[in-house]
């Protein structure tokens, strides 16, 4: 059954439950009821399907049965004060425990909201009285700040809500620190029945072999930088927004500040609107610049991982991952900003340029989550390398470019298909170049009037270019930055002379008629 827009704002404000999260209440009941005190539960559903609102109705339901107080943990200043006020909804009147809050009236209250590091200090201090918190819940469990606090919680029930059951370190797997895993709804589930919006995904192959993975286990940001700033890439960028997302309200999410600053500037030339934002930015500008793209219908907001989490912007129609990523987590966590429902929203967009949608699969997929919580490293190991998905990659041209080689049936050439059939056949590895340049040349006169035309098609053919040269130097084992860099430039003199030298030959081989003069 399909959710209307009041019934989702009346679900903001707790006066009702759907179904599955009622299901899920009553799952997390029985397991407080069937388990030791100090149990350690994890619950997983999808962002959009209402983590907060299920763990303020157990806070409201815990704390009504139970002589025992809650306390909510958080990671970001952000989501406390979020916590904070949908648990007031819920009728439960709550503390939050932050740098400048004053305990000395903390015996009145029953529940506390507290961001981890401030909540660390305290403990530290002995400034909170924690011998009566019964619960203890952990919201996006799946990062590892918290379980540095676990200690000051041996005799409580713990239950951690995740959207990715995954740890944000390999080093500690989220089964070391939790007894069992609740999976919730699945995305797909909550798409059928009206609940998410169903993305659509575009996908850009990107080379990313020149990128660097930290001690973290994903990409650096330096490593990222460098290839993300570079014009090429800006050019893509540019380029698959306005074929897939103009005129849409789009995030575009980047890995480093200085990316972003450089995306914000190549929109701003361009003439679109747009803002950027970045964990430097005070308080005051944040708000601003929400409250800008909240009431810009065609906005473009660019950003680093800041709106990851704890933002909330149901009229975001468009999502750019402008970045590659190594985690999961964060795959699930940038598509899910535009997943929010609205009565005239049932789709977004989302555009991939990091090819994270060939490492991880579609946004969707129904992911053995039970099977990636005891054993993420089995999942993390089957993930394809860099190297394995470039393999993989077929060049396709953008839509409108491919319309101005309308007249071809075909414009795609095999580079690593036609080496192996040229080794085999004894011959040297030159040859493959070689016919590259002539269907190329081909597909240039098929549709032009002259040679002229000819090689201005030509020129916009850089991307099939540079893929076609990559592909060349790994089947050569030839690839130092350098030589790579002299190829793509001789190709395309090479393509251009051929143009020249060829053109009325191959034009009447085509027609069956020579060029007009």
């Keep these: 059954m399909s959710v209307s ?19 899920a209440i009553n799952k997390i009941f029985k397991s407080f009821d069937e388990s030791p005190a100090d149990y350690h539960l994890l619950y997983q559903l999808p962002t959009g399907g209402g983590k907060t609102v299920i763990f303020s109705e157990i806070v409201r339901q815990y704390l009504k049965t139970k002589k025992k107080k809650v306390l909510v943990m958080t990671h970001r200043i952000e989501l406390c004060r979020q916590t904070s006020n949908v648990l007031t909804e819920f009728g439960v009147d709550n503390k939050v425990v932050d740098s400048k ?6 015996a009145e209250y029953s529940c506390f909201v507290a961001m981890v590091e401030t909540l660390n200090n305290r403990l530290n201090d002995d400034k909170l009285d924690i011998s009566d918190i019964g619960l203890v819940i952990i919201d996006e469990a799946h990062y590892n700040s918290f379980t540095k606090l676990f200690k000051f919680f041996s005799q409580s029930f713990i239950l951690g809500v995740t959207a990715t059951p995954l740890s944000s370190s390999i080093e500690l797997p989220m089964t070391d620190n939790y007894d069992e895993l609740i999976v919730g709804e699945s995305i797909e589930s909550l798409i059928s029945n009206g609940f998410l919006a169903r993305a659509e995904m575009f996908s850009y192959n990107v080379g990313l072999t020149s990128l660097v993975v930290g001690a973290n286990g994903d990409y650096t940001v330096k490593s990222s930088e460098d290839l993300y700033t570079d014009d090429n890439m800006l050019s893509k960028l540019l380029r698959a927004y306005e074929e897939r997302s103009k005129g849409k309200k789009t995030l575009i999410f980047n890995n480093g500040i200085n990316t972003s600053l450089h995306v914000y500037d190549t929109f701003r030339r361009a003439g679109y609107p747009i803002a950027h934002l970045d964990n430097t930015n005070s308080k005051k500008e944040r708000a601003m610049i929400l409250k800008w793209f909240k009431e810009t219908p065609d906005a473009i907001l660019t950003s680093v991982s800041i709106l990851t989490t704890g933002f909330d912007e149901p009229t975001v129609e468009s999502i750019i991952l402008n970045r590659a990523t190594k985690s999961l ?16 929203k049932k789709t977004f967009q989302v555009i991939d340029l990091g090819n994270n949608f060939h490492r991880f699969g579609p946004w969707g997929d129904n992911l053995d989550w039970q099977r990636i919580f005891r054993s993420p490293n089995y999942y993390l190991d089957a993930l394809l390398s860099d190297e394995e ?3 993989n990659f077929r060049y396709e041209m953008p839509d409108d470019l491919r319309a101005e080689f309308g007249k071809s049936k075909e414009v795609y050439f095999d580079i690593q298909r036609t080496y192996v059939e040229s080794i085999r056949a004894g011959e040297s590895s030159k040859v493959v170049l070689e016919r590259s340049i002539a269907q190329h040349a081909k597909i240039c006169i098929e549709n032009s009037e002259d040679v002229y035309d000819a090689i201005a098609l030509a020129k916009k053919l850089g991307d099939d270019i540079d893929f076609r040269i990559g592909r060349y130097t790994k089947c050569i084992s030839k690839s130092t930055f350098n030589f790579v860099e002299w190829l793509k430039g001789e190709y395309r003199k090479k393509l251009n002379s051929y143009l020249r030298t060829n053109f009325d030959e191959v034009f009447e081989e085509i027609h069956g008629y020579p060029p007009e003069d």
């Design 5 to 23: 827009q009041i019934e989702l704002e009346e679900r903001k404000t707790g006066k009702d439950l759907y179904s599955y999260q009622k299901g």
């Design 329 to 344: 987590t964060l795959y699930y966590q940038m598509i899910g900003r535009g997943s929010r429902i609205l009565e005239n």
């Design 389 to 391: 998905l470039e393999s």
């Design 101 to 106: 809050a004053n305990l000395d009236d903390q």
